[in-house]
């Protein structure tokens, strides 16, 4: 059956970094776009980034360009979120979303604080 297991949130103070990883199983990773998605307190759902089967292709929100880094390993089935420069409003759950097959993932927490 199809998973998708986010790992790598946690706390961190404002100007620090955090790498997010999802692990893919349960379908042929490497044929399917994924994103990341973010959820704060009382707001929606947003779109954070999303790449390409192949990686040549990313889109981000405004709100991250230039500070956060969507990447895959197709070999090791596994999408990644690199986040520098965090600022408290970077504070939600994140969640990996494979859109074709409409399958998020359990999310994983990130808090931004000093």
């Known amino acids: 059956q199809v998973q998708l297991v986010e790992s790598g949130g946690g706390l961190v103070q404002p100007g620090g970094s955090l790498r997010l990883s999802c692990a893919a199983s349960?379908?042929?990773?490497?044929?399917?776009?994924m994103n990341w998605y973010r959820q704060a307190p009382g707001k929606e759902r947003e779109l954070v980034a999303s790449?390409?089967?192949?990686?040549?292709?990313?889109n981000y929100a405004d709100s991250v360009k230039g500070r956060f880094t969507i990447s895959r390993n197709n070999a090791k089935n596994t999408v990644y979120l690199q986040m520098n420069s965090l600022k408290p409003d970077d504070t939600a759950v994140y969640y990996c979303?494979?859109?074709?097959?409409?399958?998020w993932g359990q999310g994983t927490q990130v808090t931004v604080s000093s």
């Open positions: 979303y494979a859109p074709r097959l409409r399958f």
């Open positions: 349960g379908f042929t990773f490497s044929s399917y776009v």
């Open positions: 790449i390409h089967t192949t990686g040549g292709i990313t």
